[in-house]
């Protein structure tokens, strides 16, 4: 069932606890490819490539990204308590050059994007290999940067694709076939 946020997006199906196959599988697309990071800040949505992202936990389900201080989008996760992560597959190369802000002429990184959002707010990006909605459990400091860690409150895991990939500035896939089952 689909219902209207406050921002006139759709909402994805509601949940307190990923359930942890969901969370392995959404885990399972992610070989080191392109992520992106969202949130609010407000109203205004936020997004961004995560330089790092990993998993620190199944039970509870718990991931870390890590997010330079400096960086709009620190501050946004830092208010809002917030974010999702996104592991976006080989065809959403402009997506990924969209979010790490490559492409200067694009001021709004969601334009004509179908964002959704979750449980937690944050804008859910449709089509991708896999997404988490987290809820920041922790944050600690690491110098120049953050790691905020967010307990897994939803996930979709989508079907079978190669990864998007940054490689030597380059964005591509580095197989040619991707597996058949997980």
Known sequence: MLLVSILGCKTIRKIDVIEPQI???VLSHWASGVTVVTTLEGQQRVGM?????????VTPSLISVCIANK?????????SGFFAVHILNVA??????????MIPEITDRFQ???VQTAVTGAPILPGVLGWLDCRVHGAYAGG?????????VAGE????????LYYHR???QLAEEIPTRR
């Open 23 to 25: 969370f392995k599988n």
């Open 49 to 57: 490539t995560a330089s790092s992202f990993a998993s620190v936990s």
């Open 71 to 79: 960086l709009h989008t620190h501050q946004a996760i830092e208010s």
């Open 92 to 101: 959403q190369v402009e997506w990924g050059m969209r979010f790490a802000g």
């Open 112 to 114: 004509g994007i179908a």
């Open 144 to 152: 120049d940067h953050t790691i905020f860690v967010g307990e897994v």
């Open 157 to 164: 895991s989508n079907e079978l694709a190669a990864p998007l």
């Open 170 to 172: 380059n964005w591509r």
